[in-house]
């Protein structure tokens, strides 16, 4: 048996306000006049309050990512292309949002040092050399990105990570207090991403210690923050993005599993993105994760969050058939939720019936 040798963050900063500390973190990590350059959610690009609290220098760039969709490696190459006949060099690139500008931040940074286009690296250990500086700040908890070693990419025939040990981030700045304004049924969409992770990772097949010691304390601060407090307060803020932390660190060392290999298909086909294209599979995963399922059932009531229903009504038998494709294609999914037999366990006809209930 071969282990994980994982490469973990490097530097966390932790605690309300830290992201005040931004500019002296950055500032040993200057390489002469090249620029550190800012990837700002397009949230954020009227909140001049905010702008004003980056630390730009010089040369420095705020670019702000536009997340109607989910990283594209087509925007990957074209921002690595722009930047490097702009600069020429960086000296780092700092993502601020969610998981799409974490993600995108990463894969440009990779690009910035790798050749080609950013397709060409999706899958495992297949890129070459170091990043430049890369720092990941959430915006928005639960992704888990900030500590993952991939950064999920749609390309021309996938949605698949680059997963290697130069993607994780040089250094992250946890700063629950820059989650605030997120909105009520988005976070919890993306606060369910790491719901989901943990119920995945701990009835999983692939469970060890390390995985169980984070993915429970993760479940523990998800259902206390929704199921046992009243109100949503600093307190939640803080307790989801230590959730999201622990999140990445249990699926570090174990996997997904149902939902999310059924969800790619659904994102894959018709653009439903990661949180609540999440939702809305486990909301009918009671055959798989009963006890994950009736408490997701319970957090959605008590917050009154809408889960859309019927989105593959009057899909064609082909594009049924792409999604399973997709989804069949995630075998080490399947593998940890199912077992090695999991191919007799999950049939295209019994997957088929499952995205006909979503
Ligand atoms: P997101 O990044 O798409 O953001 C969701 C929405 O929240 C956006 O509309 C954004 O503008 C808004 N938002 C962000 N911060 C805000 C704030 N402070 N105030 C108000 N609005 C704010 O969503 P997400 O769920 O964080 O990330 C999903 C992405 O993460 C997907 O692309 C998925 O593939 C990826 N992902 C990556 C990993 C990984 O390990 N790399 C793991 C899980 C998911
Ligand atoms: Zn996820």
Known sequence: MKFRNFKMVDYVVYGSGCFDQLGEILAPRRKGDAPMIFFVDEYFQDKQAFLSRIPLQGKDKIVVIDVTYEPKTVTVDKIRDELQAEFGEVSGIIGIGGG?????AKA???MMTNPGSSADYQGWDL???PAVYKVGIPTISGTGAEVSRTCVLTGPTRKLGMNSDYTPFDQIVLDPALTKTV???QRFYTAMDCFIHCVESLTGTYLNAFSKSYGEKAQELCEEIFLDKDVWDDDSDEKLMMASYAGGMSI???QVGVAHAVSYGLAYLLGTKHGIGNCIVFDKLEEFYPDGVKKFKEMVKKH????????TRGLTDEQFDTMINVSLGMAPLWENALGKDWKEIMTRERLRKLYERL
């Not at 799409?100 to 995108?104: A, E, L, R, T």
């Not at 009154?304 to 989105?311: H, K, L, V, Y």
């Open 252 to 254: 570090a060392y174990s």
């Open 127 to 129: 890129v070459k050399n």
């Open 304 to 311: 009154n969050i809408d889960i859309p229903q019927g989105i």
């Open 183 to 185: 909105e009520v049924n």
């Open 100 to 104: 799409s500008v974490m993600d995108m």
């Open 108 to 110: 440009v940074a990779l």
